[in-house]
């Protein structure tokens, strides 16, 4: 059975580098003008989020099989 702990810091760490990926993604698309690259940072931020999304859930589910 793999270490809950393990899991969860790899988690942790999936979910820092998205955040700043985010924060990244949200700046550069301050910078860039025109429709398609709107669309496309905004498919990106979109696919970064639901990731997060995800990743944050698994964590939560680990985080409480652990307690």
């Known amino acids: 059975m ?3 702990l393990l899991n969860i810091a790899d988690i942790d760490e999936r979910i ?9 993604l949200v ?3 301050a910078s860039y003008s025109g429709a398609a690259d709107d669309d496309l940072m905004s498919r990106r931020i979109a696919e970064q989020e639901a990731e997060l999304e995800l990743l944050t859930k698994r964590r939560d589910e680990l985080s409480q099989t652990r307690s």
Request: charged share 40%.
């Open 2 to 4: 793999p270490d809950p």
């Open 16 to 24: 820092a580098i998205l955040k700043e990926n985010l924060r990244e």
């Open 27 to 29: 700046e550069q698309s």
